[in-house]
């Protein structure tokens, strides 16, 4: 299993960004994908997932509104936009592989390496 | 919102101990507790899922206990690669995570 992050970098507050994971190794289409965010010195803290088939998408409520999940199949990539960006959206942006098999279990068995977004005038 | 408290925030300990890791949860979560050690600059690694179950490859000295509020995460005996950072994180209601434990060793 192989995933890796990328589309991170200095923004300025109140732009956008987006994010890209490409995934390799195994069959993409069959999982669950979620994105995880850690500030700097803090713990993670769930952003979001996308079902197998990118029908279904929850978010906690801490960005509901701000963020969009995204998928595409055909290319085994995943994506994560955050929109009116703050300060507080500074840290490591990790995409994450679901441990359930079609049905999402929330929590994660690989992980990225993470790309950094620093927001930043 | 379900959060997740653990205790204590770091600790040091040598090659050879038992160490024990705290996390509580501010409502019921039945066994849906998964536990992950992050080393600096990589990121969390799956320790432990259902509260107790054994990740696949992950050292049998790692063991988890828990149920409802109050689970624990022990290293039967210490080694040196064991350092890092401990988070648990809750699945029954989405996902959260605690604010970890750094242990170090001594």
């Known amino acids: 299993v192989q995933l890796v992050e990328s589309g991170g970098g200095v923004v300025q507050p109140g732009r956008s960004v987006r994010l890209s994971c490409a995934a390799s190794g195994f069959m993409f289409s069959s999982y669950a994908m979620h994105w995880v965010r850690q500030a700097p010195g803090k713990g993670p803290q769930w952003m979001g997932i996308i079902s197998y088939d990118g029908t279904t998408k929850n978010y906690p409520d801490s960005v509901k509104g701000r963020v969009t999940i995204s998928r595409d199949n055909s290319k085994n990539r995943l994506y994560l936009q955050i929109n009116s960006l703050g300060s507080e959206d500074t840290g490591l942006y990790f995409c994450a592989r679901d441990s359930g098999v079609a049905a999402a279990r929330y929590y994660f068995d690989s992980w990225g390496h993470g790309t950094l977004v620093t927001v930043s005038s | 919102d379900i959060q997740m408290t653990q205790s204590p925030s770091a600790l040091s300990a040598s090659v050879g101990d038992r160490v024990t890791i705290s996390c509580r949860a501010s409502?019921?979560?039945?066994?849906?507790l998964a536990w992950y050690q992050q080393k600096p600059g990589t990121a969390p690694k799956l320790l432990i899922y259902e509260a107790s179950n054994l990740e696949s490859g992950v050292p049998s000295r790692f063991s988890g206990s828990g149920s409802g509020t109050e689970f624990t995460l022990t290293i039967s005996s210490l080694q040196p690669d064991d350092f890092g950072t401990y988070y648990c994180?809750?699945?029954?209601?989405?996902?959260?995570f605690g604010q970890g434990t750094r242990l170090d060793i001594k």
């Open positions: 409502q019921s979560i039945s066994v849906w």
């Open positions: 994180q809750q699945y029954n209601s989405y996902a959260a």
